[in-house]
C-alpha cells in the first residue's frame, strides 16, 4: 500500500509565513482514544481530506484528525495512526484547514495560522525542514490557505498571496524553481480572494473573479492551451467563482452562473467528460447548476445546486461512493438518492462529504483508518457515517 501512496508523495508543496511558535497545548496521549463523550452530540463545519489522512472542525470548533500519522500529520503529539476521530489538542477556534499530502495548516478564528506534519521540503513554512507533530504557528494573519502536494499557498487578510515549500516545476509562483522553506510573497498584487489546494501545481482566483495557474503543465493542467510551463501565474480566463487542482495533474472550477469546468489529465475520466482524452483549456462538464467540486487522486466529486452529490473517474478503492470498484465512471455519476449533501472533499483514495444536520460521511480506500469509523480496516464502497450511528448508506 506504501507504493500507492507513492503516487501524491512525490513532489513538493507546503503552507505557512513566518517565524515559529510552538502550541501552549498540552501533550496528546499515545494511546488514550479520542473523548468518545466529546465526539457525541457534536456535528461537523468543515472537512478536508489527504492521502491517508482526514480532518475536520466541529460545531464548537474543535479540530479533529484521524488515519494515517507517520511523519506526525494528526498534530496530536505522536506518529501513532488513529482509525477514529481524535482531538487535536489547543482549544477551540479553529476556522478552516487544509490538508495535503502528509501535512495539514489550520487557520483559527484570530486568522493565526498553524501548520504540522511533514517538512521536507519547508512546506510548513517555518523556516526549516524539521517535522512537526503538534500545530506550530505560523506568523502573519490569514484569510485562506490551500495545502498541496509538498508545496501550500495562502491568502493574507491583506489580500496578498504567498506560497512556500517544493518548487521543482515553478508551483510556487514566484518566477525561479528554487524552493522556500517560509512564505514568498508571490507577485505585488493585493487583490487575490480564493487559492486551490492539492495537486503539484497551483491555481488563485482574484476579487475581480479571474482565474491564475501556474507550475508543471505537462498534461495541460493550467487551462491555457499548451504543455508550457509557468512559474508565474498565468490568467486562464474571467467569471471564476472557485478552483481546485487535482493531485494528478487536473483541474477542476465552477463560474460564477455555477458551470461546472475540468481540464488537464484525463486517464480515468476525471474530467466527467465521457471519455480519457486531454484537455487543454477548461470544457465544460455537462449542462447542470453546480455548487462546490473538489479533484483528487484522479478522482472527482461535486455537488449540484439541489444538494444532490456526483462522482466520477478513478474508482479503484470505491472512492466515488458507488457501490463497486467499477473503472467506466467517466461522466458525473449521482451518489446515493439523496438531496442533502453540503460540499464534496476527495483525497487520494478516499472522500468524504458533509450532510445536513452537520453530519460527516466518508467512503473509499480505510488502509489506515482515514475513514474514521473505528472499525475493520477494509474499503468501504457506499458513504459510511463518521460518528455515534456507524450505518451506511447513500
Not at 7 to 17: E, H, S
Not at 69 to 89: K, Q, W, Y
Not at 175 to 204: E, F, K, L, M
Amino acid at each position: 500500500m506504501v507504493a500507492r501512496r507513492g503516487l501524491r508523495f512525490g513532489i513538493g508543496l507546503a503552507v505557512v509565513l513566518g517565524s515559529l511558535v510552538t502550541t501552549p497545548s498540552s501533550t496528546a496521549a499515545r494511546t488514550v482514544p479520542p473523548s468518545v463523550a466529546r465526539l457525541t452530540g457534536q456535528g461537523w463545519v468543515r472537512i478536508d481530506v489527504g492521502d491517508g489522512e482526514t480532518c475536520g472542525i466541529r460545531t464548537d470548533r474543535s479540530l479533529w484528525c484521524w488515519g494515517y500519522n507517520f511523519a506526525g500529520e494528526l498534530g496530536v503529539g505522536d506518529s501513532i495512526d488513529r482509525h477514529m476521530p481524535t482531538e487535536v489538542r489547543g482549544g477551540l477556534g479553529w476556522a478552516s484547514l487544509s490538508v495535503g499530502a502528509v501535512n495539514v495548516c489550520g487557520i483559527r478564528l484570530d486568522h493565526s495560522l498553524w501548520c504540522w506534519g511533514d517538512n521536507e521540503y519547508g512546506q510548513l513554512g517555518l523556516g526549516d525542514k524539521i517535522n512537526r507533530d503538534r500545530p506550530t504557528r505560523v506568523a502573519g494573519y490569514w484569510a485562506r490557505i490551500g495545502v498541496g502536494t509538498f508545496r501550500t499557498c495562502g491568502i493574507r487578510i491583506d489580500h496578498t498571496l504567498w506560497c512556500w515549500g517544493s518548487n521543482e516545476f515553478g508551483q510556487l509562483g514566484v518566477g525561479d524553481h528554487n524552493d522556500r522553506d517560509i512564505p514568498t510573497q508571490v507577485g505585488t498584487g493585493t487583490d487575490w480572494a480564493r487559492v486551490g489546494g492539492d495537486g503539484y501545481h497551483s491555481c488563485a482566483i482574484r476579487i475581480d473573479h479571474t482565474l491564475w495557474c501556474w507550475g508543471p503543465n505537462d498534461a495541460g493542467q493550467l487551462g491555457v492551451g499548451d504543455r508550457v510551463l509557468r512559474d508565474t501565474p498565468a490568467e486562464v480566463g474571467a467569471g471564476w467563482l472557485l478552483v481546485r487542482t487535482g493531485i494528478h495533474g487536473y483541474t477542476c472550477g465552477i463560474r460564477l452562473d455555477h458551470t461546472l469546468w475540468c481540464w488537464g489529465f484525463n486517464g480515468a475520466g476525471e474530467l466527467g467528460q465521457g471519455d480519457t482524452r486531454k484537455r487543454l483549456s477548461p470544457t465544460q462538464v455537462g449542462r447542470a447548476s453546480w455548487q462546490s467540486v473538489d479533484a483528487g487522486g484522479g478522482a472527482t466529486c461535486a455537488t449540484r445546486t439541489n444538494s444532490t452529490l456526483w462522482c466520477w473517474g478513478l474508482n479503484s478503492e470505491g472512492q466515488l461512493g458507488l457501490g463497486d470498484k467499477y473503472e467506466g465512471y467517466n461522466r458525473p455519476t449521482q451518489v446515493g438518492r439523496g438531496a442533502t449533501w453540503h460540499g464534496s472533499n476527495m483525497g487520494g483514495y478516499h472522500s468524504c462529504s458533509l450532510r445536513r444536520h452537520h453530519e460527516l460521511w466518508c467512503w473509499g480506500w480505510n488502509y489506515y483508518g482515514q475513514l474514521g469509523i473505528g472499525e475493520h480496516l477494509s474499503d468501504h464502497l457506499v458513504p459510511t457515517r463518521v460518528g455515534p450511528v456507524r450505518d451506511g448508506g447513500g
